[in-house]
């Protein structure tokens, strides 16, 4: 046997592999080689799976997360694409008395983050005081003039915070890196929470395992004080988001579902007299408290970022006045400037008299000729970089030098570049992590555990009753064995955190992960641009599914006919031009063109849409882009129209079938209606026109998806008055023009001011008329000229819609 | 003296836009040993919705306007009655520009008077290798050795004012100091933010003055450029003793009892007269007028 001290022989081929490196510290072994107590039961279990168990596991678990649409973004040339979630199946297992004692340091360090945030917006003692450089806190672009002199709302500028966290060689804990500005990753937390419950499901360890909701309910409960700590004048929160393109946006729109808060872009909030709104559906409704995940200087372009597109003007104008709270402040990244480790011991002393509890990474700032001398001196054992870089150590930028070597761009000597510039870097010890065990595939179905680096991420809260902390989290996992921070570069992976109790919690500590995912509340009003996204995805996918259809018929036909001169061929061919069709291509490129408009839409609404319809809607353009590259002209492409238009009607009848019916859905379905019956109405001006082509009329019968009903109810030849009779007057047929403006009504009764003093809103009145006139018309009298006008007027009701709703 | 001055500035929106917000920066004020405001006169049309009057962090008074309804078009008119002191003659009581540092770092203060500002980048203004380049290359050729800060403000104002060329239709409001050095032209917006470039390259703290001129110049002296403008120039700290001082390199001259002050900041993004969000597409056009007039004839010299 091995070195495995664990004596259990089962798990000898499992942990065969695992081998502690000398001058590293490890989770799962002690410095003596002994298994730390708290992973042996798990160790013992997880060693008498099989291979095929241990796989089978692990798939439900990424099962799961494929299934909620998990998914992160990394930035590259296409900025929408997405990536699967890293999860590293193994969690990583700490003591709750262990959490505690990190707890406790962190809270010191938080209450500590708090007072130089209050100071560098106040005072600015501590730089008269010869604590912090004066050109550090001047130079640093994350120090926010506009916010000096401005007191928060509630008092407090820090309210959600995060640490990095590493082991030491010597098995004591330091932190890499505060995170105050918009910590990302809580959200993920919780769903590698759920995923390695679908690969763990036994009582042991689960019953053990510390909760993570308890945590976000409080912060939930703290953000809405602050919102509104007076019943009388009672204020909405949100989560402002960059929006879709950001790279952990499918973080902010979980956590807005989990919580059942608002999430809002830039452009969803207007300032009026220092005060912040929301435009929702029901008109501007007050907010009284943002949780920000955009950074501070694209929040508000009149007084930051004048570029910005994402912000909101008069943001900051909302904070001075004291109206807005926001978590966290703007202005607290200046916090995470890495220099700022080089005070902080310092700080702490001064203002606390106490010294850190937990220290941080040794770091040491390049202005001062002592510091500069020592870091060049020690360059072997450092990383030199930007003083005002505010991403982690282990996230290496093109000018940074590790272990006295430039990485990326070639720069000249250290020495020169110290000289040069030394009150813009820092020196920081070339940290060694702690090591954890990760499950490594051996390509043959099996594989075995072996140890990597890790850091763990730490979410603290603000809550009425002090600082409260996330009991588990969120651990990197390096992706080479290396146990220096560069490991830790992106490209690793991400596990669950426990923390663990020696016997089982309660059973109020132990609520099941249904009880987790149940917390939302009612998810309130619905902001303006959310049902503007739901409303033109409405759009898109009938505009979608009429153009496939009509292409079907094209190709059935020349198909049939194999003569492009046909008459009607050609006809279809120059109407479908008209809407930027070209049937040259066997899939036109304009049609998927709408398939990713309405998955667009579908993007920015992430947080209200179905997560199946999601994951449909891009396994459509999966299929459509494939088709491109090998679908023929004729009956193959009438067959591939056939597959997409299928395809499309299970999108559709998805939603229908499972969206709650809010006034989100009635956005969506009044889209699809309105969409429907301007493309009925145009098609019927075109192919049931006296002068079209002979066989029009069939063409309009099979479009519209009524052949067999024609053919029930007329048993004769197509005659105009039959179509039109069957698609524009028949209210029970959906393909009908009036079933579809019947719709728009009956979801345009539904919404909020619908009727104002007993008069039907501007939106039925615009309706309601339409709805008589067809009503009561004969087929004779609705002639093209008609079906133009009434295409018209459906623009005239899209526009009425936008106009009160939408803005 | 005593200065009569009229602004309007007009802005036309291609599309009505749907909120309009802007911050103004356009209220002449006191400035201690430099003058005096006797009376001022902002008016807005059409008449705001919202407005709030503050002072940004530099301390330039700001006032803070927002219309709620589609706006088409914006007038601005400022009237103010200003008195301009004579400025007391300089003296040198700046260090030699290699001890300025030592100065520098003894200022611990990030209040907003604090040179320490105006030191780094800022977001209009990159330091820029050539720039640098180029003021270290006009105290070598043109500077004693141990040159003073402000010898060495005066020399590189004076070799910008040699080097480029006044032309008010070669760039806009948002060309780089770069672009506009390249290629050695510019309004005082470009003298201006080249100058501070310069400046900060060679470790002088440095930033921007917003402001006007008078229009016509006393009897027997050349009309200064920019006059039918609002006009810019550079303020730059020369030191603990002497402090800031104030240097127009696209007039070629300090700063004298023709210029009154607007505002100042890092650059032209900290002082802009007119800062605006608009909710809506399309563009805007817009146009500005300046009269600057003494209201007594100062006495022959």
Redesign the interface.
């Known amino acids: 046997m091995t070195q495995s001290p664990t004596g259990v022989s089962a798990q000898r081929d499992l942990f065969a592999a695992y081998r502690q490196t000398p001058g590293v510290a490890d989770e799962l072994f002690d410095a003596s080689g002994q298994m730390r107590p708290v992973w042996r039961r798990f160790v013992e279990r997880f060693s008498r799976l099989s291979p095929e168990d241990i796989q089978a596991r692990f798939e439900r678990g990424n099962q799961y997360l494929r299934d909620a649409g998990v998914f992160y973004r990394q930035y590259s040339n296409d900025p929408l694409t997405e990536r699967d979630w890293p999860l590293s199946h193994i969690p990583v297992i700490l003591h709750e008395e262990e959490w505690e004692h990190i707890c406790e340091g962190l809270t010191q360090r938080a209450d500590l983050l708090e007072r130089v945030m209050a100071d560098?917006y106040g005072p600015?003692q501590l730089?008269?005081?010869?604590h912090l450089?004066?050109?550090l806190?001047?130079?640093s672009p994350q120090?926010l003039?506009?916010m000096?002199g401005v007191q928060p709302r509630g008092g407090h500028y820090l309210h959600f915070i995060a640490f990095e966290i590493g082991r030491s060689p010597d098995g004591s804990w330091f932190v890499l890196g505060d995170r105050t500005q918009a910590p990302s990753g809580a959200g993920f937390a919780l769903e590698n929470r759920m995923a390695t419950g679908r690969i763990f499901p036994e009582r042991f360890p689960r019953a053990h395992i510390h909760r993570l909701a308890g945590f976000f309910s409080a912060f939930r409960d703290a953000m809405e004080d602050l919102a509104s700590p007076s019943f009388k004048h009672p204020r909405v929160s949100g989560i402002l988001t960059p929006g879709p393109s950001n790279d952990t946006y499918y973080e902010h729109t979980y956590i807005a579902r989990y919580l059942g808060m608002m999430l809002l872009e830039g452009e969803d909030i207007?300032?009026?007299?220092?005060e912040a709104m929301v435009r929702t559906i029901e008109g501007l409704q007050p907010l009284g408290m943002l949780w920000r995940r955009i950074d501070a200087s694209f929040a508000d372009?009149?007084?930051f970022?004048?570029h910005s597109q994402i912000g909101t003007?008069?943001l900051m104008?909302a904070v001075r006045t004291g109206h807005l709270a926001m978590a966290n402040a703007l202005g607290s990244g200046v916090l995470e400037m890495r220099a700022m480790m080089a005070f902080m011991p310092r700080i702490s002393e001064v203002l606390t008299g106490a010294s850190l509890r937990l220290p941080n990474i040794a770091t040491w700032w390049c202005g001062g000729a002592a510091e500069r001398a020592y870091v060049h001196d020690n360059a072997q054992n450092m990383l030199i970089s930007p003083a005002d870089a505010v991403n982690l150590p282990f996230d290496l930028g093109a000018t940074t030098a590790l272990g006295g070597e430039f990485r990326g761009t070639a720069m000249g000597s250290i020495a020169d570049w110290l000289d040069r510039e030394g009150d813009r870097l820092v020196g920081q010890e070339a940290v060694t992590l702690s090591t954890t065990p990760a499950w490594q595939e051996d390509g043959a179905g099996g594989g075995s555990v072996v140890p990597k680096p890790m850091t763990v991420r730490v979410f603290a809260a603000r809550t009425s009753s002090g600082w409260k902390f996330m009991k588990g989290g969120y651990a990197r996992i390096g992706r080479s064995g290396d146990s220096t921070a560069l490991a830790m570069q992106r490209g690793g992976s991400v596990a669950d955190v426990w923390v663990v109790s020696d016997r089982p919690l309660t059973r109020h500590a132990t609520q099941s992960d249904r009880d987790e995912s149940y917390l939302r509340v009612s998810p309130g009003t619905l902001p303006a641009r959310a049902a503007d996204n739901l409303f033109w995805l409405g759009r898109y996918v009938e505009r979608f599914e009429d153009a496939a259809r009509l292409v079907r018929a094209y190709h059935l036909r020349l198909a049939a006919t194999d003569n492009r001169g046909d008459a009607r061929l050609k006809s279809v061919r120059a109407y479908l031009a008209g809407f930027g069709i070209n049937l040259e291509e066997p899939l036109p490129h304009a049609l998927i063109a709408r398939i990713v408009a309405a998955r667009g839409c579908a993007m920015r609404v992430r947080d209200r849409f179905s997560t199946d319809g999601l994951l449909a809607l891009g396994d459509l353009l999966k299929t459509a882009r494939r088709m491109t590259k090998t679908v023929q002209p004729g009956d193959d492409c009438a067959r591939a129209m056939s597959v997409l238009v299928r395809k499309i009607a299970g999108i559709s009848g998805l939603v229908h079938e499972n969206m709650y019916r809010s006034s989100g859905w009635r956005f969506l379905s009044f889209g699809r209606a309105l969409e429907r019956a301007d493309a009925v109405a145009a098609f019927l001006a075109e192919f049931a026109d006296p002068g079209a082509p002979d066989g029009s009329l069939d063409l309009a019968v099979e479009v519209g998806d009524s052949i067999i009903t024609h053919q029930r109810r007329y048993r004769v030849e197509t005659s105009r008055n039959a179509v039109v009779d069957l698609l524009a007057l028949d209210a029970d047929n959906p393909r009908a023009l009036l079933f579809q403006i019947r719709e728009l009504r009956r979801h345009a009764e539904a919404l909020p001011h619908a009727h104002e003093h007993g008069r039907p809103s501007a939106l039925l009145r615009a309706i309601l008329p339409l709805e008589a006139g067809l009503a009561c018309a004969a087929p004779q009298d609705v002639s093209s000229q008609r079906l133009i006008e009434i295409r018209a007027e459906l623009a005239g009701i899209s526009d009425l819609l936008s106009s009160i709703y939408l803005? | 003296m005593l200065y009569d001055l009229r602004l309007t500035i007009e802005y036309r929106y291609d599309a009505s836009s749907?909120?309009t917000?802007?911050?103004l920066r356009l209220l002449p004020g006191d400035v201690a040993g430099v003058q005096r405001l006797v009376q001022r006169r902002l008016t807005i049309e059409p008449q705001p919705q919202?407005r709030?009057d503050g002072r940004?962090?530099?301390g330039n008074e700001t006032c803070?306007v927002?219309w709620?309804r589609p706006i088409d078009a914006l007038m601005l008119h400022l009237s103010a009655r200003i008195e301009r002191f004579e400025p007391a003659p300089l003296l040198d009581l700046s260090p030699p520009l290699e001890e300025l540092h030592q100065e520098?770092?003894q200022?611990?203060?990030?209040?907003p008077g604090?040179p320490?500002?105006f030191?780094?980048a800022s977001?209009r203004v990159r330091l820029s290798p050539k720039i640098t380049d180029y003021g270290w290359d006009c105290l070598e050729t043109t500077a004693e050795p141990g040159v003073t800060v402000l010898k060495a403000v005066e020399t590189l104002g004076r070799a910008l004012h040699r080097d480029m060329s006044f032309d008010p239709e070669a760039t806009d409001v948002d060309t780089s100091p770069e672009e506009a050095f390249e290629n050695r032209h510019g309004v005082c917006q470009d003298f201006a933010h080249v100058m501070i470039a310069a400046l900060r390259g060679i470790g002088i703290p440095a930033g921007y003055v917003s402001g006007f001129l008078r229009t016509f110049p006393p009897p027997g002296q050349p009309r200064l450029e920019g006059a039918d403008a609002m006009h810019a120039w550079v303020r730059a700290w020369a030191g603990k003793q002497l402090g800031w001082v104030e240097f127009d390199p696209t007039n070629n001259q300090f700063a004298g009892s023709d210029y009154i002050t607007l505002g100042h900041g890092r650059d032209y993004?900290d002082v802009a007269p007119v800062?605006?969000?608009l909710?809506s597409s399309g563009g805007q056009d817009s146009e500005q007028a300046v009269d600057v007039l003494p209201l007594e004839i100062s006495a022959p010299r």
């Open positions: 560098l600015g730089v008269s005081d010869g450089p004066a050109e806190i001047a130079r120090w003039r506009p000096v207007v300032v009026e007299n220092g372009p009149l007084e970022n004048p003007p008069g104008e803005r | 749907d909120r917000r802007n911050i919202e709030r940004d962090f530099f803070m927002a709620h520098l770092i200022m611990a203060s990030i209040a604090s320490h500002h030191v780094a977001p993004g800062r605006g969000a909710r």
